[in-house]
């Protein structure tokens, strides 16, 4: 998920302090003894530790599913591993990949919003470039349970995030007889950069090759942890999601996944960079590096990463149209019907931007980006005497930047065989609106993984839509229908065009920016993305 530039020099002398310590939040952990259970899959043996609410659940933590791409395997592609036949010991999470305190500032920035202590937001365990690494959790861990598979994608605007944050615990997704898979890719300049970009034949996308690999890892392996390699679903948010959607209309990933989860997701389909952009963005981190005395094979990750937040800060990392892994621009493909079929879940937070507008330039950007969206004009000055301009500023850009490509992305799967559904969530926790953060980038994350950290305020009701969205999204990778038999019916959006508004009501509806999109499609779309 992306990180606010609120509060952050003010946090800066906090994560130094925190560093310095070497603070890193305690997770809960499963029962380690001397009777591992053991599995033994078509890679390798792997022993993961005890779960003892399933007698034969086991959790699984670091398995690499990639050789590490270190050495002359720097901005390579991700090679088979070195098989030795010895057991994979998978008790302890790897180093996350090369990133910085991206993401642990805004963990921190959200705690402090919260009233919370900085210092107390999670770091992962280290960081490395030997980190292809993945993690499971299976409530039966015995090949013939045939339980469906969720692989979950971190976000993180592919400069940050690790696959085992706090908020993506996978235990209570898996007590709903899942198995839940979270996988870890390279990131930033390591992983959509590399020497000879504008070169044909030259690879790039090395980070969307990673996501690759990991699902390849669990098309061969994942039966003998019980799970069931034909019924697998992916699902991430914000740059996760985008990963979802880019893997939805890559030819590479065909036969990989049967369902997709996108959570806060869309800009993928915004005009992505070509081989000249990551040419021209590699040439600048090599001349970066030459202050340290370095070239870019010579140089250590952590003066990669110095480098690239030196002369990189506004690249857009990502997937790139290299005209190989990634064919064309993404709203080509989606015209041209050129996708891997899917059944889709994707959906939306009512206030994605108010955390990243400025107050001191709300009405002057409002004002600008309505000169320049004519079509929505109208719309907008009657949304801004409504609603006011800040919550209207938060809607234009959401609608811009998610809904509306995501909604692209929703009617273009809505014409095959598969189901489609849309969700908008609504709910805003105690104190969250007055923080200025409302239902916030990333609110959704622990109702879907009932992650709720102590430092939020949860309450009786967050609790019951937490059930409701953890059993939601298994019944959905589970049959490709969320619904459940709650009593609340979520229509298929390829069958009604209505969503699921999720709140402490739950109920069908429109979608919110059905008009402002359909205003929109005229105007076309921005290259901006959550920063």
């Not at 149209?321 to 079929?341: C, F, H, I, S, W």
């Amino acid at each position: 998920m992306p990180a606010p530039v609120r509060k952050l020099r003010k946090l800066a002398r906090t994560f130094a302090a925190m560093a310095l310590l070497g603070l890193v939040a305690a997770c809960a952990s499963p029962v380690a003894n001397d009777n591992l259970p053991e599995v033994v899959a078509t890679d390798a043996t792997y022993q993961g530790l005890s779960w003892p609410e399933f007698e034969n659940g086991g959790i699984f933590r670091g398995i690499p599913f990639a050789a590490p791409p270190t050495g002359s395997l720097r901005w390579q592609p991700p090679q088979p591993l070195h098989k030795d036949g010895k057991p994979v010991v998978a008790t302890r999470y790897a180093p996350a990949c090369i990133q910085g305190d991206y993401i642990v500032d805004w963990y921190a920035s959200l705690i402090e919003s919260f009233g919370g202590g900085p210092e107390t937001a999670a770091r992962p365990h280290g960081e490395s470039e030997d980190c292809l690494y993945l993690n499971i959790w299976s409530p039966d861990a015995t090949p013939d349970a045939d339980l469906p598979v969720m692989v979950w994608i971190h976000g993180g605007s592919y400069k940050g995030g690790w696959s085992y944050e706090p908020n993506y615990d996978g235990r209570k997704l898996a007590e709903q007889g899942v198995i839940v898979v979270s996988i870890a890719y390279r990131l930033g300049a390591l992983g959509f950069l590399g020497p000879n970009a504008a070169q044909d034949d030259v690879p790039i996308n090395f980070g969307t090759m990673d996501q690759i690999a990991a699902l390849q890892w669990v098309q061969r392996n994942i039966s003998a942890f019980g799970g069931d390699p034909s019924n697998v679903t992916i699902f991430g948010e914000s740059a996760g999601a985008s990963s979802v959607g880019t893997l939805i209309i890559m030819p590479a990933a065909k036969g990989l996944f049967e369902r997709a989860i996108s959570q806060s997701g869309g800009f993928e389909l915004l005009p992505r960079p070509e081989r000249e952009d990551a040419a021209t963005g590699f040439d600048k981190l090599a001349a970066a590096l030459e202050a340290f005395g370095a070239s870019p094979m010579t140089a250590s990750a952590e003066q990669i990463l110095s480098a690239s937040n030196a002369a990189l800060a506004d690249y857009d990392f990502g997937p790139v149209v290299d005209g190989g892994l990634l064919p064309q621009q993404p709203t080509d493909r989606l015209a041209a019907g050129k996708l891997n079929a899917a059944d889709l879940m994707i959906g939306t937070n009512r206030d994605e931007w108010l955390m990243y507008l400025d107050p001191a330039t709300i009405e002057t950007d409002l004002a600008d980006w309505t000169q320049t969206h004519p079509a929505a004009a109208p719309l907008v000055e009657e949304m801004t005497a409504k609603f006011g301009p800040a919550a209207t500023l938060d809607q234009i850009e959401t609608a811009e930047q998610m809904r509306c490509p995501g909604q692209a992305l929703a009617d273009a799967l809505s014409t095959g065989s598969k189901s489609v559904y849309i969700y908008e969530f609504n709910r805003v926790r105690t104190g969250a609106l007055e923080a200025g953060l409302g239902s916030y980038h990333g609110a959704e994350l622990p109702y879907v993984f009932d992650t709720h950290d102590d430092w939020l305020p949860t309450d009786a009701v967050d609790r019951r839509i937490s059930e409701f969205m953890v059993r939601a999204w298994a019944q959905f990778a589970r049959t490709g229908d969320p619904n459940f038999g709650d009593g609340v019916i979520w229509p298929a959006y390829n069958e009604t065009g209505d969503v699921l508004k999720i709140d402490e009501v739950r109920e069908p509806a429109r979608p919110v920016s059905e008009n402002l999109c359909a205003a929109l499609e005229a105007t076309g779309m921005t290259t901006r993305k959550p920063e």
